[in-house]
């Protein structure tokens, strides 16, 4: 708009000066010319707001392109950029008011250059005046539309943001109640049973210290065993908080390798345990995963040991995109899935009777809660677990943790 307004105004003055050559009035058209121009370029220095100054030029302005069109009707086009100017900075009605009065001037002006009345010269300066305003009225509304849809999807994001702070605050906190929730329950089934029935066995033995010297004897030797046992115990709990290959540094790859080695040292020969890594984390694995993993092979090596008559093991650790795999299989006995079990549950140790008793391999539990316990860290984990094996091939444990959450962790048949 201001490029049209300069335009306008040197197109005037080039018609003007062409059309009259040498008149008395020609240096003031000139001047004025000047002055009109000097004045439309301190109009952005003096801000966009209706201050007194800011109005009061906007009068000399008008005031002197008025001179102009009285004494070259030819400068009447200039009204259009001065119809914007008169929106921008005045109030609605006051800027229609101006709208109308320059548009009269514009009218008066081409009446004056026509040798007759024209009705295109009276009807075409209110239909530009009009269309000016209404575009410039839009625009305006779009303008004040879209300031208000970017302040509403400000207080969205901010919503958003507090609503997912809340939420994460809120997880951290079931998180934090449910590892509460176990330890509790792993203290209260293994050290508190303990000492309750080391106090009731000493306190027995106290009343029978006397009386029965070799009675109270055996309280105390029980008490001993309970106490040797809850120390394991608590040494095992304590192990399984913060796993001491991991603590050592070096990340789960060099625990791997460090389990497969110890393992392969105390079988003194019987089992060889060998450690393969495929590819590379493109970010550290999480400590929870990093833990779970590592506990998974040490249970299905301690299966394998004790259990499975192998003679060679492997773990294999295979990093892709999503997720992360590892691998236990062994070359011992193998076993067979009861009739109608789920091949990735029909072990022994999982509560099976199907040639469970005679073989047992990397699937096979400890004590019974072997299975059990992988299972549950790997549901835990939103991971899928799966077990392959048939008599007399081996066994191969495999269990697939994803990197990120899932809702409907399974446990896939082999």
């Given at each position: 708009?201001?490029?049209?307004?300069?335009?306008?105004?040197g197109?005037?003055?080039?018609?003007?000066?062409?059309?009259?050559?040498?008149?008395?009035?020609?240096?003031?058209?000139?001047?004025?010319?000047?002055?009109?121009?000097?004045?439309?370029?301190?109009?952005?220095?003096l801000?966009?707001?209706?201050?007194?100054?800011?109005?009061?030029?906007?009068?000399?302005?008008?005031?002197?392109?008025?001179?102009?069109?009285?004494?070259?009707?030819?400068?009447?086009?200039?009204a259009?950029?001065?119809?914007?100017?008169?929106?921008r900075?005045?109030?609605?009605?006051?800027?229609?008011?101006?709208?109308?009065?320059l548009?009269?001037?514009?009218?008066?002006?081409?009446?004056?250059?026509?040798?007759?009345?024209?009705?295109?010269?009276?009807?075409?300066?209110?239909?530009?005046?009009?269309?000016?305003?209404?575009?410039?009225?839009?625009?305006?509304?779009?303008?004040?539309?879209?300031?208000?849809?970017?302040?509403?999807?400000r207080?969205?994001?901010?919503?958003?943001?507090?609503?997912?702070?809340?939420?994460?605050?809120?997880?951290?906190?079931?998180?934090?109640?449910?590892?509460?929730?176990?330890?509790?329950?792993?203290?209260?089934?293994?050290?508190?049973?303990?000492?309750?029935s080391q106090?009731?066995?000493?306190?027995?033995?106290?009343?029978?210290?006397?009386?029965?010297?070799?009675?109270?004897?055996?309280?105390?030797?029980?008490?001993?065993?309970?106490?040797?046992?809850?120390?394991?115990?608590?040494?095992?709990?304590?192990?399984?908080?913060a796993?001491?290959?991991?603590?050592?540094?070096?990340?789960?790859?060099?625990?791997?390798?460090?389990?497969?080695?110890?393992?392969?040292a105390?079988?003194?020969?019987t089992?060889?345990?060998r450690?393969?890594?495929?590819?590379?984390?493109?970010?550290?694995?999480p400590?929870?995963?990093?833990?779970?993993?590592?506990?998974?092979?040490?249970?299905?090596?301690?299966?394998?040991?004790?259990?499975?008559?192998?003679?060679?093991a492997?773990?294999?650790?295979?990093?892709?995109?999503?997720?992360?795999?590892?691998?236990?299989?062994?070359?011992?006995?193998?076993?067979?899935?009861?009739?109608?079990?789920?091949?990735?549950?029909?072990?022994g140790?999982?509560?099976?009777?199907?040639?469970?008793?005679?073989?047992?391999?990397?699937?096979?539990?400890?004590?019974?809660?072997?299975?059990p316990?992988?299972?549950?860290?790997?549901?835990?984990?939103?991971?899928?677990?799966?077990?392959?094996?048939?008599?007399?091939?081996?066994?191969?444990?495999?269990?697939?943790?994803?990197?990120?959450?899932?809702?409907?962790?399974?446990?896939?048949?082999?």
């Amino acid at each position: 708009m201001h490029a049209a307004f300069f335009l306008l105004l040197g197109a005037s003055l080039a018609r003007f000066l062409m059309r009259h050559p040498g008149e008395a009035r020609t240096p003031w058209i000139i001047a004025l010319s000047i002055t009109l121009a000097v004045l439309y370029l301190l109009g952005p220095v003096l801000g966009s707001r209706p201050t007194p100054r800011r109005l009061t030029w906007l009068g000399v302005l008008v005031a002197v392109w008025m001179v102009l069109v009285v004494l070259a009707p030819s400068f009447a086009w200039c009204a259009v950029p001065l119809f914007y100017t008169g929106l921008r900075i005045l109030p609605p009605r006051a800027a229609l008011a101006l709208v109308a009065l320059l548009t009269a001037f514009v009218v008066a002006a081409q009446l004056r250059l026509a040798t007759g009345f024209d009705p295109n010269l009276v009807l075409a300066p209110p239909a530009v005046a009009a269309v000016a305003t209404a575009v410039f009225v839009h625009m305006q509304r779009q303008a004040v539309r879209q300031r208000e849809l970017a302040a509403r999807q400000r207080e969205l994001i901010d919503d958003l943001l507090r609503t997912r702070r809340e939420l994460a605050a809120t997880e951290r906190r079931e998180g934090t109640l449910a590892e509460r929730q176990r330890l509790s329950m792993e203290i209260h089934d293994t050290l508190a049973q303990g000492l309750s029935s080391q106090q009731m066995l000493l306190q027995a033995a106290d009343r029978t210290w006397t009386a029965d010297p070799d009675a109270a004897r055996r309280h105390v030797r029980t008490a001993t065993g309970i106490a040797e046992r809850n120390l394991a115990e608590a040494r095992r709990f304590v192990h399984d908080l913060a796993p001491a290959d991991l603590a050592e540094g070096g990340g789960l790859e060099a625990a791997l390798h460090a389990l497969a080695a110890r393992e392969s040292a105390q079988a003194q020969g019987t089992l060889t345990v060998r450690c393969h890594v495929e590819g590379a984390p493109h970010a550290p694995l999480p400590d929870r995963v990093q833990s779970a993993l590592l506990r998974i092979a040490q249970g299905a090596l301690a299966n394998v040991r004790e259990h499975a008559g192998a003679t060679a093991a492997g773990l294999t650790l295979t990093h892709l995109d999503d997720r992360v795999v590892l691998d236990i299989g062994d070359n011992g006995r193998g076993f067979t899935p009861e009739p109608g079990a789920p091949r990735a549950t029909g072990t022994g140790g999982a509560g099976s009777t199907g040639g469970a008793g005679s073989t047992g391999s990397a699937a096979s539990t400890v004590r019974g809660h072997g299975l059990p316990a992988i299972r549950a860290r790997v549901r835990q984990l939103g991971g899928t677990l799966t077990i392959e094996s048939a008599p007399g091939e081996g066994t191969v444990l495999s269990a697939e943790i994803p990197l990120t959450p899932t809702e409907n962790p399974t446990e896939a048949p082999a």
